[in-house]
C-alpha cells in the first residue's frame, strides 16, 4: 500500500538548489528500488532518477545527469533528491514511487513504477 509523503518543494531562482524529501510508511522500504517522477503541467510523468535495494547504484535521466543528485536512508524508509543548478524547465511535481525496475537500457534511462497510486507530490518552481 502506498502511503508516501514527500516534501522539499518550493520556488527557486533558476541555479538554485533544493532537495527532495520523501517517506514511506507502507513499504519494507529497504526491499525495493526507489525512484523520483516529474509531471509538469500539459505533459506526461517522467522518470527523473532512481536507486536499486540492494546496491544502491544511482540511474539518471539525461537532464538530471550532472545536477540532481539521489540517495536513500533505508533505516528511515525516507529517499532524497538533492537538484542543483535548477532550470527553468525543472518546474513540475515531482514524485517519490516504489519502481518494478530501475536502471538503464542502451543508455536510456528506465525506472517503471511498481504501484498505480500515488503521492500528492512536491512543487518545484523554478524562475528564470
Known amino acids: 500500500q502506498v502511503q508516501v509523503s514527500e516534501s522539499g518543494g518550493g520556488l527557486v531562482q533558476a541555479g538554485g538548489s533544493l532537495r527532495l524529501s520523501c517517506i514511506d510508511a507502507g513499504l519494507r522500504f529497504g526491499d525495493y528500488a526507489m525512484g523520483w517522477f516529474r509531471q509538469a503541467p500539459g505533459k506526461e510523468r517522467e522518470g527523473v532518477s532512481c536507486?536499486?535495494?540492494?546496491?544502491?547504484?544511482?540511474y539518471y535521466a539525461d537532464f538530471a545527469k550532472g545536477r540532481f543528485t539521489i540517495s536513500r536512508d533505508n533505516t528511515k524508509n525516507t529517499l532524497y533528491l538533492q537538484m542543483d543548478s535548477l532550470k527553468s524547465e525543472d518546474t513540475a511535481m515531482y514524485y517519490c514511487?516504489?519502481?518494478?525496475?530501475?536502471?538503464?537500457?542502451?543508455?536510456?534511462?528506465?525506472?517503471?513504477?511498481?504501484?498505480?497510486?500515488w503521492g500528492q507530490g512536491t512543487q518545484v518552481t523554478v524562475s528564470s
Open positions: 514511487q516504489a519502481l518494478r525496475t530501475c536502471g538503464s537500457v542502451s543508455g536510456v534511462y528506465t525506472g517503471e513504477p511498481r504501484f498505480d497510486n
Open positions: 536507486t536499486n535495494w540492494n546496491d544502491r547504484r544511482p
